[in-house]
């Protein structure tokens, strides 16, 4: 089974940077998409960034061109690069990967072996 380790939160004043990282522990053979999520106090968690098994990116519409997702397959990482960071952004952040199979090769043993959470980064602006 995999493990999310996710690092870089802090705080900052707005209009600063910050850059998350998450590291993929363990060995699968399994594809899988990776995302950020995001759940601020009293909020529900929601999407901030996607990137799929060919990497292409996604953002959630808060974003507005201020983050960068980039993910290193061969090193099993994602990034996240947040700036012009606003006291909206202040939340915990989490790294999770999902079992994202290609059509007709699903198995099933995949789901436990992929589909994890990190444990969250708190990331606070000011």
């Known amino acids: 089974h995999v493990q999310l380790v996710e690092s870089g939160g802090g705080s900052t004043e707005a209009g600063g940077s910050l850059r998350l990282s998450c590291v993929v522990l363990g060995q699968t053979s399994c594809p899988f998409d990776m995302y950020w999520y995001r759940q601020a106090p009293g909020k529900e968690r929601e999407i901030v960034a996607t990137?799929?098994?060919?990497?292409?990116?996604g953002y959630g519409d808060f974003v507005e061109g201020r983050f960068t997702i980039l993910r290193a397959k061969s090193e099993n990482t994602m990034t996240l690069q947040m700036d012009s960071l606003k006291p909206d952004d202040t939340a915990t952040y989490f790294c999770?990967?999902?079992?994202?199979?290609?059509?007709?090769?699903?198995?099933?043993?995949?789901?436990?072996?992929?589909?994890?959470w990190g444990q969250g980064t708190q990331v606070t602006v000011s």
């Open positions: 999770k990967t999902q079992y994202a199979p290609r059509p007709g090769t699903w198995v099933r043993s995949c789901l436990d072996d992929v589909n994890r």
């Open positions: 990137a799929d098994t060919d990497g292409h990116a």
